[in-house]
Protein backbone atom coordinates (compact mmCIF):
# COMPACT_ATOMS: atom_id res chain seq x y z
CA UNK A 1 0.00 0.00 0.00
CA UNK A 2 1.40 3.53 -0.77
CA UNK A 3 2.08 5.49 1.94
CA UNK A 4 2.77 9.76 2.66
CA UNK A 5 5.75 9.22 4.55
CA UNK A 6 8.68 11.82 6.03
CA UNK A 7 9.99 11.88 2.48
CA UNK A 8 6.85 14.33 1.52
CA UNK A 9 7.55 16.15 4.81
CA UNK A 10 11.06 16.78 3.59
CA UNK A 11 9.76 17.43 0.23
CA UNK A 12 7.71 20.63 1.10
CA UNK A 13 9.59 21.68 4.07
CA UNK A 14 12.14 22.67 1.39
CA UNK A 15 9.75 24.57 -0.17
CA UNK A 16 9.01 26.12 2.50
CA UNK A 17 11.84 27.39 3.13
CA UNK A 18 12.41 28.71 0.02
CA UNK A 19 9.30 30.34 -0.15
CA UNK A 20 10.75 32.12 3.44
CA UNK A 21 13.96 32.82 1.98
CA UNK A 22 12.28 34.42 -1.01
CA UNK A 23 9.58 36.11 1.23
CA UNK A 24 12.22 37.81 3.71
CA UNK A 25 9.92 35.05 6.24
CA UNK A 26 10.22 33.86 9.35
CA UNK A 27 7.76 31.11 9.69
CA UNK A 28 4.67 30.31 8.12
CA UNK A 29 1.72 29.92 9.90
CA UNK A 30 -1.25 27.47 8.32
CA UNK A 31 -4.53 27.87 9.44
CA UNK A 32 -7.45 26.12 7.35
CA UNK A 33 -8.10 22.36 6.95
CA UNK A 34 -6.20 21.68 3.68
CA UNK A 35 -3.12 23.78 4.96
CA UNK A 36 -3.30 22.05 8.03
CA UNK A 37 -2.93 18.67 6.56
CA UNK A 38 -0.30 20.16 4.15
CA UNK A 39 2.11 21.15 6.95
CA UNK A 40 1.70 18.18 9.21
CA UNK A 41 -0.46 15.19 7.42
CA UNK A 42 -2.86 15.35 10.46
CA UNK A 43 -6.37 15.59 8.53
CA UNK A 44 -8.05 18.04 11.13
CA UNK A 45 -11.31 16.72 12.88
CA UNK A 46 -13.02 19.98 13.86
CA UNK A 47 -13.95 22.98 11.75
CA UNK A 48 -11.49 25.63 11.80
CA UNK A 49 -14.05 28.79 11.95
CA UNK A 50 -15.61 27.25 15.02
CA UNK A 51 -12.63 25.51 16.52
CA UNK A 52 -9.18 27.77 15.28
CA UNK A 53 -6.10 25.78 14.68
CA UNK A 54 -2.46 26.96 14.11
CA UNK A 55 0.15 25.26 12.21
CA UNK A 56 3.52 27.24 12.48
CA UNK A 57 6.37 25.81 10.99
CA UNK A 58 9.76 28.08 11.43
CA UNK A 59 12.56 28.79 9.31
CA UNK A 60 14.64 27.32 11.32
CA UNK A 61 13.86 25.06 14.09
CA UNK A 62 10.69 22.36 14.83
CA UNK A 63 7.12 22.81 13.82
CA UNK A 64 4.22 23.36 16.35
CA UNK A 65 0.77 23.84 16.49
CA UNK A 66 -2.13 24.69 18.69
CA UNK A 67 -5.16 23.24 18.46
CA UNK A 68 -8.70 22.69 20.36
CA UNK A 69 -8.57 19.99 22.71
CA UNK A 70 -11.52 18.05 20.89
CA UNK A 71 -8.51 16.53 18.71
CA UNK A 72 -6.53 15.36 21.64
CA UNK A 73 -6.89 12.13 21.37
CA UNK A 74 -7.09 12.00 17.76
CA UNK A 75 -3.73 12.96 17.62
CA UNK A 76 -2.56 10.72 19.94
CA UNK A 77 -3.53 8.12 17.54
CA UNK A 78 -2.00 9.97 14.61
CA UNK A 79 1.42 10.00 16.62
CA UNK A 80 1.08 6.78 17.43
CA UNK A 81 0.53 5.20 14.35
CA UNK A 82 3.68 8.00 12.79
CA UNK A 83 1.79 9.29 10.39
CA UNK A 84 1.99 13.55 11.49
CA UNK A 85 4.66 15.17 11.43
CA UNK A 86 4.43 17.34 14.67
CA UNK A 87 5.73 16.54 18.56
CA UNK A 88 5.17 19.88 19.47
CA UNK A 89 0.99 20.55 20.41
CA UNK A 90 -0.01 22.60 22.78
CA UNK A 91 -4.26 22.74 23.43
CA UNK A 92 -6.89 24.96 24.56
CA UNK A 93 -9.94 24.53 25.92
CA UNK A 94 -14.05 25.12 25.12
CA UNK A 95 -15.00 25.58 28.79
CA UNK A 96 -13.53 25.69 32.71
CA UNK A 97 -12.79 22.65 34.65
CA UNK A 98 -11.66 22.53 38.23
CA UNK A 99 -8.68 20.62 36.99
CA UNK A 100 -6.45 20.12 34.17
CA UNK A 101 -6.44 24.25 33.30
CA UNK A 102 -6.03 24.76 30.06
CA UNK A 103 -6.20 28.22 28.68
CA UNK A 104 -9.28 28.76 27.27
CA UNK A 105 -10.73 29.67 23.91
CA UNK A 106 -11.40 33.35 24.35
CA UNK A 107 -8.07 33.49 25.41
CA UNK A 108 -6.57 32.66 22.21
CA UNK A 109 -5.08 35.95 21.64
CA UNK A 110 -2.66 35.67 24.38
CA UNK A 111 -1.67 31.97 23.90
CA UNK A 112 -0.65 32.77 20.29
CA UNK A 113 1.35 35.43 21.65
CA UNK A 114 2.99 33.02 24.12
CA UNK A 115 3.27 30.11 21.72
CA UNK A 116 5.22 32.70 19.30
CA UNK A 117 7.45 34.73 21.76
CA UNK A 118 8.60 31.31 23.16
CA UNK A 119 9.83 30.09 20.43
CA UNK A 120 11.81 33.45 18.85
CA UNK A 121 8.95 34.78 16.46
CA UNK A 122 7.64 37.16 18.49
CA UNK A 123 9.07 39.94 16.55
CA UNK A 124 9.25 37.81 13.18
CA UNK A 125 7.89 38.17 9.93
CA UNK A 126 5.56 35.35 9.39
CA UNK A 127 3.54 34.57 6.63
CA UNK A 128 0.02 33.42 7.03
CA UNK A 129 -2.48 31.70 4.36
CA UNK A 130 -5.44 33.90 5.45
CA UNK A 131 -5.90 37.15 7.79
CA UNK A 132 -6.53 35.21 10.54
CA UNK A 133 -8.45 37.83 13.16
CA UNK A 134 -6.77 35.85 16.28
CA UNK A 135 -3.35 36.47 14.55
CA UNK A 136 -4.09 40.07 14.39
CA UNK A 137 -5.17 40.15 17.47
CA UNK A 138 -2.12 38.76 18.84
CA UNK A 139 -0.24 42.05 17.10
CA UNK A 140 -1.73 43.55 20.21
CA UNK A 141 1.02 41.95 22.33
CA UNK A 142 3.50 41.84 19.96
CA UNK A 143 3.52 44.92 18.39
CA UNK A 144 6.79 44.08 16.13
CA UNK A 145 5.20 40.87 14.67
CA UNK A 146 4.27 41.73 11.20
CA UNK A 147 2.11 39.47 8.93
CA UNK A 148 2.88 39.14 5.80
CA UNK A 149 -0.18 37.44 3.09
CA UNK A 150 1.39 34.55 1.52
CA UNK A 151 -1.68 33.00 0.01
CA UNK A 152 -0.53 32.91 -3.58
CA UNK A 153 2.62 31.67 -3.18
CA UNK A 154 1.59 28.74 -0.73
CA UNK A 155 -0.91 27.67 -3.32
CA UNK A 156 2.01 26.74 -5.54
CA UNK A 157 3.40 24.75 -3.12
CA UNK A 158 0.98 22.69 -3.81
CA UNK A 159 0.77 21.69 -7.43
CA UNK A 160 3.66 19.55 -7.97
CA UNK A 161 2.75 16.56 -5.90
CA UNK A 162 5.67 14.52 -4.48
CA UNK A 163 6.22 10.37 -6.11
CA UNK A 164 4.63 9.25 -3.21
CA UNK A 165 1.40 11.58 -3.33
CA UNK A 166 1.24 10.43 -6.98
CA UNK A 167 1.44 6.75 -6.11
CA UNK A 168 -1.59 6.94 -3.67
CA UNK A 169 -3.31 8.86 -6.19
CA UNK A 170 -2.80 6.13 -8.67
CA UNK A 171 -3.88 3.56 -6.18
CA UNK A 172 -7.20 5.24 -5.29
CA UNK A 173 -8.04 5.62 -9.37
CA UNK A 174 -7.44 2.16 -10.02
CA UNK A 175 -10.07 1.72 -7.19
CA UNK A 176 -12.46 3.95 -8.86
CA UNK A 177 -12.01 1.67 -12.05
CA UNK A 178 -13.26 -1.10 -9.92
CA UNK A 179 -16.47 0.82 -8.75
CA UNK A 180 -17.18 1.73 -11.95
CA UNK A 181 -16.83 -1.75 -13.36
CA UNK A 182 -19.58 -2.21 -10.35
CA UNK A 183 -21.69 0.73 -11.53
CA UNK A 184 -22.15 -0.82 -14.84
CA UNK A 185 -23.33 -3.94 -13.40
CA UNK A 186 -26.08 -2.64 -11.51
CA UNK A 187 -27.57 0.23 -14.00
CA UNK A 188 -30.85 -0.83 -15.01
CA UNK A 189 -34.78 0.33 -15.51
CA UNK A 190 -36.34 1.68 -12.22
CA UNK A 191 -33.69 2.14 -10.10
CA UNK A 192 -33.04 4.33 -7.85
CA UNK A 193 -30.08 6.28 -8.12
CA UNK A 194 -30.13 7.24 -4.72
CA UNK A 195 -30.34 3.57 -3.86
CA UNK A 196 -28.36 2.31 -6.30
CA UNK A 197 -25.03 5.02 -5.06
CA UNK A 198 -25.39 4.20 -1.36
CA UNK A 199 -25.09 0.47 -2.17
CA UNK A 200 -21.89 1.19 -4.71
CA UNK A 201 -20.52 2.80 -1.47
CA UNK A 202 -20.74 -0.09 0.30
CA UNK A 203 -18.96 -2.15 -2.24
CA UNK A 204 -16.32 0.45 -2.58
CA UNK A 205 -16.06 0.32 1.11
CA UNK A 206 -15.52 -3.11 1.07
CA UNK A 207 -13.52 -2.95 -1.52
CA UNK A 208 -10.73 -0.69 -0.23
CA UNK A 209 -11.17 -2.43 3.14
CA UNK A 210 -9.13 -5.07 1.39
CA UNK A 211 -6.87 -2.84 -0.66
CA UNK A 212 -6.26 -0.35 2.33
CA UNK A 213 -6.48 -1.83 5.62
CA UNK A 214 -5.82 0.27 8.44
CA UNK A 215 -5.51 3.69 6.13
CA UNK A 216 -7.55 6.68 5.78
CA UNK A 217 -10.32 6.30 3.26
CA UNK A 218 -13.41 7.77 2.36
CA UNK A 219 -16.16 9.03 0.34
CA UNK A 220 -17.03 12.21 -0.18
CA UNK A 221 -19.49 11.22 -2.75
CA UNK A 222 -20.68 8.35 -5.18
CA UNK A 223 -23.67 10.22 -7.21
CA UNK A 224 -25.96 9.31 -10.07
CA UNK A 225 -28.02 11.99 -12.05
CA UNK A 226 -30.80 10.44 -14.63
CA UNK A 227 -32.26 11.75 -17.67
CA UNK A 228 -32.91 15.21 -17.65
CA UNK A 229 -31.64 15.54 -14.48
CA UNK A 230 -28.39 15.15 -15.66
CA UNK A 231 -28.34 18.44 -18.08
CA UNK A 232 -27.40 20.22 -14.72
CA UNK A 233 -23.65 19.42 -13.72
CA UNK A 234 -24.96 19.17 -9.93
CA UNK A 235 -28.23 18.05 -10.54
CA UNK A 236 -31.88 19.52 -10.39
CA UNK A 237 -32.15 19.40 -6.38
CA UNK A 238 -34.69 16.69 -6.38
CA UNK A 239 -32.90 13.49 -6.04
CA UNK A 240 -35.11 11.85 -3.89
CA UNK A 241 -37.36 9.21 -5.54
CA UNK A 242 -35.50 9.50 -8.88
CA UNK A 243 -35.26 6.38 -11.13
CA UNK A 244 -33.42 5.52 -13.81
CA UNK A 245 -35.79 5.19 -17.17
CA UNK A 246 -35.09 2.94 -20.11
CA UNK A 247 -33.76 5.22 -22.70
CA UNK A 248 -31.75 7.96 -20.51
CA UNK A 249 -28.74 9.69 -20.43
CA UNK A 250 -26.88 8.45 -16.88
CA UNK A 251 -23.81 10.54 -15.84
CA UNK A 252 -22.24 9.80 -12.73
CA UNK A 253 -19.18 10.40 -10.35
CA UNK A 254 -17.26 9.07 -7.80
CA UNK A 255 -15.24 10.83 -5.61
CA UNK A 256 -12.98 9.41 -2.47
CA UNK A 257 -10.70 9.95 -1.09
CA UNK A 258 -7.38 8.18 0.34
CA UNK A 259 -4.87 9.47 3.31
CA UNK A 260 -6.18 12.76 2.17
CA UNK A 261 -6.25 12.88 -1.76
CA UNK A 262 -8.73 12.57 -3.72
CA UNK A 263 -9.19 11.28 -7.73
CA UNK A 264 -12.42 12.09 -9.66
CA UNK A 265 -13.84 9.76 -12.11
CA UNK A 266 -16.30 10.36 -13.52
CA UNK A 267 -18.78 8.69 -16.48
CA UNK A 268 -21.67 8.92 -18.94
CA UNK A 269 -23.80 5.63 -19.63
CA UNK A 270 -26.88 4.94 -21.27
CA UNK A 271 -29.55 2.94 -19.87
CA UNK A 272 -30.40 1.00 -23.40
CA UNK A 273 -29.01 1.73 -26.70
CA UNK A 274 -28.57 5.68 -27.28
CA UNK A 275 -30.42 7.65 -29.97
CA UNK A 276 -28.15 9.23 -32.95
CA UNK A 277 -27.84 12.32 -30.97
CA UNK A 278 -27.12 10.99 -27.47
CA UNK A 279 -24.24 8.73 -28.82
CA UNK A 280 -23.31 12.16 -31.13
CA UNK A 281 -22.99 13.79 -28.08
CA UNK A 282 -21.34 11.11 -26.12
CA UNK A 283 -18.63 10.64 -28.64
CA UNK A 284 -18.07 14.26 -28.85
CA UNK A 285 -17.46 14.95 -24.76
CA UNK A 286 -15.23 11.86 -24.89
CA UNK A 287 -13.14 13.16 -27.84
CA UNK A 288 -12.82 16.69 -25.85
CA UNK A 289 -12.02 14.91 -22.92
CA UNK A 290 -9.16 13.26 -24.90
CA UNK A 291 -7.73 16.30 -26.30
CA UNK A 292 -7.31 17.76 -22.94
CA UNK A 293 -5.62 14.73 -21.72
CA UNK A 294 -3.33 14.89 -24.91
CA UNK A 295 -2.61 18.81 -23.87
CA UNK A 296 -1.38 18.05 -20.11
CA UNK A 297 2.01 18.24 -21.58
CA UNK A 298 5.72 19.75 -19.10
CA UNK A 299 5.70 23.07 -20.64
CA UNK A 300 2.34 23.96 -22.72
CA UNK A 301 0.44 26.08 -20.75
CA UNK A 302 -2.25 25.49 -18.02
CA UNK A 303 -5.19 26.91 -20.44
CA UNK A 304 -4.30 24.78 -22.92
CA UNK A 305 -6.13 22.11 -22.26
CA UNK A 306 -9.35 24.09 -21.84
CA UNK A 307 -8.63 25.38 -25.13
CA UNK A 308 -8.06 21.78 -26.63
CA UNK A 309 -11.21 20.58 -25.19
CA UNK A 310 -13.08 23.41 -26.70
CA UNK A 311 -11.43 23.41 -30.15
CA UNK A 312 -12.88 19.62 -30.24
CA UNK A 313 -16.66 21.09 -29.37
CA UNK A 314 -16.61 23.92 -31.18
CA UNK A 315 -15.91 21.80 -34.07
CA UNK A 316 -18.92 19.97 -33.64
CA UNK A 317 -20.65 22.33 -33.26
CA UNK A 318 -21.63 22.05 -29.72
CA UNK A 319 -20.30 25.08 -27.81
CA UNK A 320 -24.13 26.61 -26.69
CA UNK A 321 -24.14 23.29 -24.33
CA UNK A 322 -20.76 24.43 -22.14
CA UNK A 323 -21.28 25.54 -18.74
CA UNK A 324 -18.17 24.92 -17.19
CA UNK A 325 -14.38 25.04 -17.67
CA UNK A 326 -12.50 21.96 -18.28
CA UNK A 327 -11.49 21.10 -15.29
CA UNK A 328 -9.01 21.89 -12.49
CA UNK A 329 -6.26 20.62 -10.42
CA UNK A 330 -7.03 17.54 -8.16
CA UNK A 331 -5.15 16.73 -4.62
CA UNK A 332 -5.98 17.59 -1.05
CA UNK A 333 -8.76 19.31 -2.32
CA UNK A 334 -10.93 17.52 -4.61
CA UNK A 335 -10.97 21.23 -6.50
CA UNK A 336 -7.57 21.90 -5.78
CA UNK A 337 -5.24 25.08 -6.80
CA UNK A 338 -4.56 26.61 -9.55
CA UNK A 339 -8.56 26.57 -10.18
CA UNK A 340 -8.20 28.61 -13.38
CA UNK A 341 -7.43 26.40 -15.86
CA UNK A 342 -10.20 28.28 -18.68
CA UNK A 343 -7.72 31.57 -18.21
CA UNK A 344 -4.08 29.99 -16.34
CA UNK A 345 -1.62 31.12 -19.10
CA UNK A 346 1.66 29.83 -16.97
CA UNK A 347 3.60 26.59 -18.30
CA UNK A 348 2.78 23.41 -16.74
CA UNK A 349 4.85 21.60 -14.42
CA UNK A 350 5.44 17.93 -14.82
CA UNK A 351 3.77 16.10 -11.64
CA UNK A 352 0.50 18.28 -11.36
CA UNK A 353 -2.83 16.45 -10.88
CA UNK A 354 -5.56 17.66 -12.95
CA UNK A 355 -9.05 16.81 -13.45
CA UNK A 356 -10.13 16.71 -17.47
CA UNK A 357 -14.13 17.34 -17.51
CA UNK A 358 -15.60 18.87 -20.02
CA UNK A 359 -19.38 18.89 -20.30
CA UNK A 360 -22.16 19.28 -22.28
CA UNK A 361 -25.36 19.94 -21.08
CA UNK A 362 -28.75 19.86 -23.04
CA UNK A 363 -31.85 20.83 -21.48
CA UNK A 364 -35.00 18.46 -21.24
CA UNK A 365 -32.27 15.49 -23.13
CA UNK A 366 -29.38 15.18 -20.27
CA UNK A 367 -25.91 15.60 -19.84
CA UNK A 368 -22.53 13.88 -20.98
CA UNK A 369 -19.62 14.30 -18.97
CA UNK A 370 -16.48 11.92 -18.82
CA UNK A 371 -13.53 12.62 -16.20
CA UNK A 372 -10.41 11.43 -16.26
CA UNK A 373 -8.04 12.65 -13.52
CA UNK A 374 -4.49 12.99 -15.23
CA UNK A 375 -0.96 13.41 -14.28
CA UNK A 376 1.12 16.52 -16.33
CA UNK A 377 4.59 15.06 -17.86
CA UNK A 378 6.40 14.97 -21.06
CA UNK A 379 3.54 12.01 -21.43
CA UNK A 380 0.05 12.91 -19.93
CA UNK A 381 -0.73 9.93 -17.23
CA UNK A 382 -4.31 9.02 -17.21
CA UNK A 383 -4.92 7.59 -13.65
CA UNK A 384 -8.02 5.90 -13.86
CA UNK A 385 -8.50 3.61 -16.96
CA UNK A 386 -12.35 3.33 -16.90
CA UNK A 387 -13.37 2.91 -20.81
CA UNK A 388 -14.76 5.64 -22.71
CA UNK A 389 -16.00 3.40 -25.84
CA UNK A 390 -19.95 4.15 -26.46
CA UNK A 391 -19.78 0.22 -26.70
CA UNK A 392 -18.92 0.10 -23.17
CA UNK A 393 -21.22 2.92 -21.98
CA UNK A 394 -24.05 1.52 -23.33
CA UNK A 395 -26.02 -0.44 -20.69
CA UNK A 396 -29.04 -3.29 -21.43
Given at each position: ?39 T??Q ?7 R??F ?24 T ?9 V ?26 L ?5 G ?40 A ?8 L ?10 Y?E???P ?52 A ?12 L????GY ?19 L ?10 A ?6 G?R ?27 A??L ?17 A ?11 V ?16 E ?17
Open positions: MPKITTAVRDYRVAMMRELMDRCRLDALVFTTPDFFQFANFLDVWPWEPVAVVPRDGEPFAVMNELSTNHMRFAEQQTVWLRDTYYAEHPRVSQRLALAPQLPELLTSSAARGLASRIGVDVAHPLLAAAQRYLPELVLRPALAEMRAMRWVKHEELAVMRAGALTDWVQDRRNIRGRLTQELDHAMSALMVEEAARRFPGEDFDILKCWTLAGPASASPHGDGAACGRIAEGDTVVNLIPRLNYVENERTWFCGRPDDRQARYQVAAQATDAVQAAVTQVCDMDAAAQAVIERAGFGDYVFHRTGHVGMLHEYPEDMAFNTRALRGEVYSAEPGLYYGLGGFRLDDTVVVGSPEVIVKTPKTLEYATVG
